[in-house]
């Protein structure tokens, strides 16, 4: 009778096991995975671990690799890429996976995608442990990803702070845990948005999101001269457009939400969000909103294609919208 499958687990989950399945497009979070199979099996004695690349094996790698000649302890082996597997491989995982190896832990990374599909379900009905590294791309999901970081730390830090760190990192999530870990290793007690700005000030201050809140705060010589030293300084101008953009959405669902007993989280808002957004909202009524977003709209057309001046368009959008607002 087949094994059970049991319900993928998430990445810091991980654990050893004859054969471990880490599933899932986020590249740091399926190292992290394999940095925890590894420390739990290295907290046995000392092992010897191999890598193996699935889109480039060679017949019979994996068999050598987990062979226990090869090892004096409990050894480790790591196979990557079987997102992009060969068929050499594919047969000798099948095989393996028959009659895996109870003294030896391979671990198998897959990003994603059809390729490998019967292996895949070969494995998760034989009950393999699945553990899965989902892509953090979103606003949200990045922000909560920062939370996270200082929270398994220890480290306290307000929604203020963490908005900040995400807004001048971006979206590159190895570089936004290298940030994190600088915070918690240089910065002692709670890591507020002084900290931040003492260490990424000059990210922080020429983001899009600091542009949209100057704007949409009436602040119209802040905005505009971040503006400038964004375009200056290389940035695009088309994420630029686009934090102003997703702004002006925000004030929109917020006080649209007045009065209705509306669940703002259902609407992807969160308290840090609606909080900032009633306070930016005294300045701002239907007419205004509805003026700046078909000038936002204008500026997102003629940046993606619509003028051969985008940088112009995107400040005469800005100043508008400061000028609303002021």
């Not at 420390?39 to 000392?46: L, T």
């Not at 000649?69 to 068929?87: C, K, W």
């Not at 870990?181 to 931040?196: F, K, Y």
């Not at 100043?319 to 607002?325: F, G, H, I, N, Q």
Request: hydrophobic letters at 45%; aromatic letters at 4%.
């Amino acid at each position: 009778m087949a094994a059970r499958q049991a319900p993928p687990a998430t990445w810091h989950r991980a654990a050893p096991a004859p054969l471990v399945l880490i599933s899932g497009p986020e590249r740091l979070l399926a190292s992290r995975a394999v940095e925890r199979v590894g420390a739990a099996v290295r907290g046995s004695g000392d092992i010897e671990i191999s890598r193996l690349d699935a889109s480039a094996y060679a017949r019979g790698a994996l068999t050598a690799a987990t062979s226990p000649s090869l090892f004096a302890d409990p050894g480790l082996v790591v196979v990557e890429a079987l997102e992009a597997m060969n068929d050499d491989f594919l047969q000798d995982a099948l095989a393996y996976a028959e009659r895996p190896d109870p003294d030896c832990v391979v671990v198998l990374l897959h990003a994603g995608g059809t390729r490998g599909k019967r292996l895949l379900d070969t494995l998760r009905k034989a009950g393999t442990p699945e553990y899965t590294c989902p892509a953090i791309k979103r606003d949200a999901e990045l922000v909560d990803f920062a939370a996270a970081e200082l929270d398994r730390a220890g480290r306290s830090a307000p929604a203020r702070a963490v908005r900040a760190l995400v807004d001048a990192i971006g979206e590159d999530v190895a570089e936004l845990a290298a940030a994190c870990a600088q915070l918690i290793s240089d910065v002692d007690g709670t890591i507020d948005e002084a900290a931040v700005t003492r260490y990424y000030g000059t990210r922080v201050n020429a983001t899009g999101f600091a542009v949209a809140d100057a704007a949409i705060a009436g602040r119209t010589g802040e905005a505009i001269a971040l503006v400038r030293h964004a375009l200056s300084t290389g940035t695009d101008p088309v994420p630029l457009i686009a934090a102003l953009a997703s702004k002006l959405r925000t004030l929109i669902k917020v006080g649209g939400a007045r009065g209705r007993g509306m669940d703002l989280r259902s609407l992807g808002i969160q308290p840090w969000q609606e909080e900032r957004a009633r306070r930016d909202l005294r300045k701002w009524d239907a007419d205004s909103l509805a003026a700046a977003v078909q000038a936002v709209a204008r500026a997102d057309s003629e940046i993606k294609g619509a003028s051969r001046a985008p940088g112009f368009a995107l400040e005469r959008a800005v100043r508008t919208v400061a000028e609303l607002a002021a």
